[in-house]
């Protein structure tokens, strides 16, 4: 292998680490998290004289919401005004889990770049 192409090589190793680094210490040392997918909801009251039975568009809300799994089915947990910390958390968790899919691609890229540059140095027995 040519100093060139390794010193190629040895930069993107050094960026791979860099950004494996980054992606694992916020995954590491981040806010408390809230496993569920956070979402903001319109409704309607019910109320016959209501503005949101004239016209469907101008629904209540926006109500804070987080979708998550309890007992095996899809529930939608509502939250009162006071409990905007925890949608924060399910928001910091959707984030955690998109820096993780990250950190497995840097990793896989990773292990195939070091297995590319051992492939490359090894020589033939004569």
Not at 74 to 93: E, F
Request: proline letters at 3%.
């Amino acid at each position: 292998m040519s100093t060139i192409k390794l010193s190629e090589h040895r930069k993107r190793l050094r960026a791979l680490l860099k950004a494996v680094g980054q992606q694992t210490f916020y995954c590491a040392y981040s806010d408390t998290l809230i496993r569920g997918t956070p979402g903001k909801v319109y409704r309607t009251c019910g109320k016959k004289n209501c503005r949101c039975a004239q016209d469907p568009a101008n629904r209540h809300g926006p109500y804070l919401v987080i979708q998550c799994y309890r007992e095996e089915k899809q529930k939608q947990i509502a939250l009162r005004k006071d409990q905007k910390n925890l949608w924060q958390k399910a928001i910091n968790y959707q984030k955690q889990i998109k820096i993780l899919g990250k950190l497995r691609i840097s990793c896989d890229e990773l292990i195939t770049k070091v297995e590319q540059i051992i492939q490359s140095r090894i020589e033939q027995w004569p």
